[in-house]
C-alpha cells in the first residue's frame, strides 16, 4: 500500500464522489434556509407575549438541543414511517431531521439578536404608526441579522461538517463516498486529503462570501 | 386637541405618574419641563400608546388612547414623535427611513413617497444627504432627518422628547430653528426640553413635573415671570444659571 501516491483515484470515482456533493450540498442548503426560516419563527414566538407560543417553542427547542444530532436522524428514519404510514425514504427523513435540529440552535441565535436591538428602536417604528409585526419585519429582523450573520455562519459550517452522519441510514454524503472509495481501492491518504482539502475550499469560500455581503450591507 | 385627564400609572409599586392633567389645544405649543426622572418620558409616551397607564384617560382628537378598541397604529400615525437619541433606522438610507412608514402605513406610492421625502428633507436642511446612512450624519443632521420622517406622515400634532439633550452645543441650534419654524407655522407640539429659550420664543404654556405630578402649568410668560411652587423657582434658576 505505501509507496508513490496515485491521485488519478479521484477521476477514476468521480461520478461517486459527485453525488456525495450533491447530497451534502442539498442537505447543507436546505437545513440553512429551512432552518432559519424556522428558527425565526421560533424565535419570534419565545419572545411572544402570548404564553403557550412561546411555551410550546421553548420545548421544541429544548428537546432538540438536548439530544445528539444523530439520534434525531435515526428517529426520524424509523418514526416518521410509523406515523406517516409509508416509507419516505432516507433523503426525506433527514432533510426533515436536519432541519429541525438547525432550526433549534437557529431559533437561540435569531432570539439572542432580536433581544440586541434596543427598545426605542421599536418604538420609532411604532410611533410612525408600523404595526408590531411591521416593526419587527422592517426595524427589528434587519439589524437582527445583520448582528447575527457571524454566528449563522459558524453554525452553517458545524451543519455542513456534520452533514456526513447520513451514513448512518444509508445515505453517501462526500465524506462516506470519499471514505468508500479510500478502503475499496486503497487509497486512504489520497482521498482523505482530497476531502480534507475539498471541505477547507468550500468552508473559506463560504466564510469569504459571506464577508463581503457583511461589508456591501455594512455602514 | 390632546387632553390629558388624571392619568396615573405605576411601574410595579412605583408610581411614575400621579393623577396629571393637562392639554394642548389645536396649533398650541406647550413645552414640559422637570427635574431628570420625573416621568417626562413617560407621560409623553402615554399620549401615543408607547406606554400604557392604569388610571385616566388622555384622548388625540377625541380618540381615546387607551380604549379597548384604539387602532392604536393609526392614531400613532397621525401624532409624529421626536426622540432623544434620534432612532433612525441604521440599516436605511436617509431617503428609506424618511419612506418607509409612508409606503408601509399611509400606502403611497414610491414615487409619490420619494417626492415627499425629497421635499421635507430639503426643508431641513439635508436635501443632499438623502443617499447616506444615518452613521454617515452629525447627531444635528440625524435629528433634522428625524423630524422629517414623522413629517412625512402629516401629522397632527407632534411629540418632542428631549430632541437636543444628546447634541453637542454647537448642533442645538440647527434642530431648535426647524422646531421653531415648525411653531411658528401653526403646529401642534408638546415639547419636553431644557432648552428655556425656546420655551421662552415659541411655547403658549408651560408645564413643570416633578415627582410623577404636574405642579404648574402655567402660560409661558407667568412661569417665567413667577412661578409659584418653591420647587419650580428652585429648577428654575438652577438651569437659567448654566
Ligand atoms: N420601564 C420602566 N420600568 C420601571 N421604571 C421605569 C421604567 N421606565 C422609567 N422608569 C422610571 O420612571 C421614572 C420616570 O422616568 P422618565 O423616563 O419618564 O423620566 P424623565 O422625566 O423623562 O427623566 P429624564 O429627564 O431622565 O429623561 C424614573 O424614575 C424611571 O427610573
Ligand atoms: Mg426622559
Given at each position: 500500500?505505501?509507496?508513490?501516491?496515485?491521485?488519478?483515484?479521484?477521476f477514476?470515482?468521480?461520478?461517486?464522489?459527485?453525488?456525495?456533493?450533491?447530497?451534502?450540498?442539498?442537505l447543507?442548503?436546505?437545513?440553512?434556509?429551512?432552518?432559519?426560516?424556522?428558527?425565526?419563527?421560533?424565535?419570534?414566538?419565545?419572545?411572544?407575549?402570548?404564553?403557550?407560543?412561546?411555551?410550546?417553542?421553548?420545548?421544541?427547542?429544548d428537546?432538540?438541543?438536548?439530544?445528539?444530532?444523530i439520534?434525531?436522524?435515526?428517529?426520524?428514519?424509523?418514526?416518521v414511517?410509523?406515523?406517516?404510514?409509508?416509507?419516505?425514504?432516507?433523503?426525506?427523513?433527514?432533510?426533515?431531521?436536519?432541519?429541525?435540529?438547525e432550526?433549534?440552535?437557529?431559533?437561540?441565535?435569531?432570539?439572542?439578536?432580536i433581544?440586541s436591538?434596543?427598545?426605542?428602536?421599536?418604538?420609532?417604528?411604532?410611533?410612525?404608526?408600523?404595526?408590531?409585526?411591521q416593526?419587527?419585519?422592517?426595524?427589528?429582523?434587519?439589524?437582527?441579522?445583520?448582528?447575527?450573520?457571524?454566528?449563522?455562519?459558524?453554525?452553517?459550517?458545524?451543519?455542513?461538517?456534520?452533514?456526513s452522519?447520513?451514513?448512518?441510514?444509508?445515505?453517501?454524503?462526500?465524506?462516506?463516498?470519499a471514505?468508500?472509495?479510500?478502503?475499496r481501492?486503497?487509497?486512504?491518504?489520497?482521498?482523505?486529503?482530497?476531502?480534507?482539502?475539498?471541505?477547507?475550499?468550500i468552508?473559506?469560500?463560504?466564510?469569504?462570501?459571506?464577508?463581503?455581503?457583511?461589508?456591501?450591507?455594512?455602514? | 386637541?390632546?387632553?390629558?385627564?388624571?392619568?396615573?400609572?405605576?411601574?410595579?409599586?412605583?408610581?411614575?405618574?400621579?393623577?396629571?392633567?393637562?392639554?394642548?389645544?389645536?396649533?398650541?405649543v406647550?413645552?414640559?419641563?422637570?427635574?431628570?426622572g420625573?416621568?417626562?418620558?413617560?407621560?409623553?409616551?402615554?399620549?401615543?400608546?408607547?406606554?400604557?397607564?392604569?388610571?385616566?384617560?388622555?384622548?388625540?382628537?377625541?380618540?381615546?388612547?387607551?380604549?379597548?378598541?384604539?387602532?392604536?397604529?393609526?392614531?400613532?400615525?397621525?401624532?409624529?414623535?421626536?426622540f432623544?437619541n434620534?432612532?433612525?433606522?441604521?440599516?436605511?438610507?436617509?431617503?428609506?427611513?424618511?419612506c418607509?412608514?409612508?409606503?408601509?402605513?399611509?400606502?403611497?406610492?414610491?414615487?409619490?413617497?420619494?417626492e415627499?421625502?425629497?421635499?421635507?428633507?430639503?426643508?431641513?436642511?439635508?436635501?443632499?444627504?438623502?443617499?447616506?446612512?444615518?452613521?454617515?450624519?452629525?447627531?444635528?443632521?440625524?435629528?433634522?432627518?428625524?423630524?422629517?420622517?414623522?413629517?412625512?406622515?402629516?401629522?397632527?400634532?407632534?411629540?418632542?422628547?428631549?430632541?437636543?439633550?444628546?447634541?453637542?452645543?454647537?448642533?442645538?441650534n440647527?434642530?431648535?430653528?426647524?422646531?421653531?419654524?415648525?411653531?411658528?407655522?401653526?403646529?401642534?407640539m408638546?415639547?419636553?426640553?431644557?432648552?428655556?429659550?425656546?420655551?421662552?420664543?415659541?411655547?403658549?404654556r408651560?408645564?413643570?413635573?416633578?415627582?410623577?405630578?404636574?405642579?404648574?402649568?402655567?402660560?409661558?410668560?407667568?412661569?417665567?415671570?413667577a412661578?409659584?411652587?418653591?420647587?419650580?423657582?428652585?429648577?428654575?434658576?438652577?438651569?437659567?444659571s448654566?
Amino acid at each position: 500500500m505505501v509507496g508513490r501516491f496515485d491521485f488519478t483515484v479521484i477521476f477514476s470515482n468521480l461520478d461517486i464522489l459527485w453525488n456525495g456533493m450533491l447530497i451534502t450540498l442539498l442537505l447543507t442548503v436546505v437545513a440553512i434556509v429551512g432552518g432559519i426560516l424556522l428558527g425565526t419563527i421560533l424565535a419570534l414566538m419565545r419572545l411572544s407575549r402570548f404564553k403557550l407560543p412561546a411555551y410550546a417553542a421553548g420545548r421544541f427547542v429544548d428537546a432538540f438541543r438536548a439530544t445528539p444530532l444523530i439520534l434525531v436522524i435515526f428517529w426520524f428514519y424509523f418514526a416518521v414511517p410509523i406515523v406517516t404510514g409509508r416509507p419516505i425514504g432516507g433523503l426525506y427523513s433527514v432533510l426533515i431531521a436536519f432541519t429541525l435540529f438547525e432550526s433549534a440552535y437557529y431559533c437561540e441565535i435569531i432570539r439572542a439578536g432580536i433581544q440586541s436591538i434596543r427598545l426605542p428602536q421599536v418604538h420609532a417604528g411604532l410611533a410612525l404608526g408600523l404595526t408590531r409585526w411591521q416593526a419587527t419585519r422592517h426595524v427589528v429582523l434587519p439589524q437582527a441579522f445583520r448582528n447575527m450573520v457571524p454566528l449563522l455562519l459558524t453554525q452553517a459550517i458545524v451543519l455542513f461538517q456534520d452533514t456526513s452522519l447520513v451514513y448512518v441510514v444509508g445515505l453517501k454524503d462526500f465524506l462516506t463516498a470519499a471514505d468508500l472509495v479510500a478502503t475499496r481501492d486503497n487509497r486512504v491518504v489520497e482521498m482523505y486529503l482530497t476531502a480534507a482539502v475539498v471541505y477547507l475550499v468550500i468552508c473559506s469560500l463560504g466564510s469569504l462570501w459571506v464577508r463581503r455581503l457583511q461589508r456591501q450591507y455594512a455602514i | 386637541m390632546i387632553e390629558i385627564q388624571d392619568v396615573s400609572k405605576w411601574f410595579g409599586d412605583f408610581r411614575v405618574l400621579s393623577n396629571c392633567s393637562t392639554h394642548v389645544a389645536k396649533g398650541e405649543v406647550v413645552v414640559i419641563c422637570g427635574p431628570s426622572g420625573s416621568g417626562k418620558s413617560t407621560l409623553i409616551k402615554c399620549i401615543n400608546g408607547l406606554e400604557s397607564f392604569q388610571e385616566g384617560v388622555i384622548t388625540v382628537n377625541g380618540i381615546s388612547v387607551g380604549a379597548e378598541g384604539t387602532n392604536l397604529p393609526k392614531l400613532r400615525a397621525s401624532i409624529g414623535m421626536v426622540f432623544q437619541n434620534f432612532e433612525l433606522f441604521p440599516h436605511m438610507t436617509i431617503a428609506e427611513n424618511v419612506c418607509l412608514a409612508q409606503l408601509k402605513v399611509l400606502n403611497r406610492s414610491r414615487a409619490e413617497a420619494e417626492e415627499r421625502a425629497a421635499q421635507l428633507l430639503n426643508r431641513v436642511g439635508l436635501s443632499n444627504q438623502a443617499a447616506k446612512h444615518p452613521a454617515q450624519l452629525s447627531g444635528g443632521q440625524q435629528q433634522r432627518v428625524a423630524i422629517a420622517r414623522a413629517l412625512a406622515m402629516d401629522p397632527i400634532a407632534m411629540l418632542f422628547d428631549e430632541p437636543t439633550s444628546a447634541l453637542d452645543p454647537e448642533m442645538i441650534n440647527e434642530v431648535l430653528d426647524v422646531m421653531v419654524a415648525l411653531a411658528q407655522e401653526g403646529m401642534t407640539m408638546m415639547v419636553v426640553t431644557h432648552e428655556m429659550g425656546f420655551a421662552r420664543k415659541v411655547a403658549d404654556r408651560v408645564v413643570f413635573m416633578d415627582e410623577g405630578r404636574i405642579e404648574e402649568d402655567a402660560r409661558t410668560e407667568e412661569f417665567f415671570g413667577a412661578p409659584r411652587g418653591e420647587r419650580a423657582q428652585m429648577f428654575l434658576s438652577k438651569i437659567l444659571s448654566h
